[in-house]
């Protein structure tokens, strides 16, 4: 059976990660977490005092990090447990920087893309369906309102103990959907042949049956 490719898109908070590890636990695909990837690079520059919004400068280290996905959906940065660091406000209030940032797209991507080559893989962000798997068997667009984002956001953090507010959960996610949607290189928008998927009023489960009656309809019964 060939490698199959599921891209999962959408804008910040609408649930794609936790979708997306369901999905590929429920398929035993891998699956990969490209915003906690950028979120390492960030994490990375402000460990070394590098503004994030300076792109050349950026640009000059990324040659310095070595970024690993485990199957437990941890991340290590240069040998390094960064899993809860890399969700921390300084980062998310940094993120979109960096992803805005084309060398380290360049850079990142050139990963993701062959990791992709050799097993099959769900795969979520801004611009899988669009830029990074433009072949992908399956693209799914997922989308919520902002209000129902930021609740999201906040009950996440309360869990993990992560100091927050409502409010300034929202403000940053608007700043990032602007960022997101209007950076040069791969902005955030939906692919010609993408499903959208408000799930705004939606459960998580419910949510991934209706991505997996849409993979079942696009490609048939895949488990690897």
């Not at 950028?38 to 310095?64: F, G, H, M, P």
Request: glycine share 4%; net charge neutral; aromatic share 6%.
């Amino acid at each position: 059976m060939k490698n199959i490719k599921i891209a999962i898109d959408g804008p910040a908070a609408a649930g794609k990660s936790t979708v997306a590890q369901l999905v590929a636990k429920q398929l035993n695909f891998v699956y990969i977490d490209t915003g906690a990837m950028y979120r390492a690079v960030t994490v990375y520059c402000l460990w070394n005092d590098i503004d994030c919004r300076d792109e050349q400068k950026v640009a000059s280290v990324l040659d310095n990090i070595n970024i690993t996905l485990y199957p437990d959906h941890s991340i290590s940065l240069n040998d390094r447990d960064v899993t809860k660091e890399i969700r921390s406000t300084i980062v998310n209030e940094n993120v979109s920087y960096i992803a805005a940032n084309k060398e380290v797209r360049y850079f990142l991507v050139k990963q993701q893309r062959k990791i992709a080559e050799n097993v099959s893989v769900v795969m979520d962000g801004r611009d899988i369906g669009t830029y990074v798997l433009p072949n992908a068997d399956v693209k799914i667009f997922q989308i919520a309102s902002v209000d129902t984002r930021a609740k999201r956001r906040y009950l996440e953090n309360i869990q993990k103990g992560i100091p927050c507010s409502l409010e300034s959960i929202t403000k940053e996610l608007e700043k990032r959907d602007y960022i997101d949607s209007h950076r040069e290189l791969a902005p955030l928008k939906k692919a010609d042949d993408a499903i959208s998927l408000d799930t705004s009023n939606m459960t998580i489960e419910e949510v991934v049956n209706a991505i997996m009656d849409i993979i079942y309809r696009k490609v048939g019964n895949v488990h690897a």
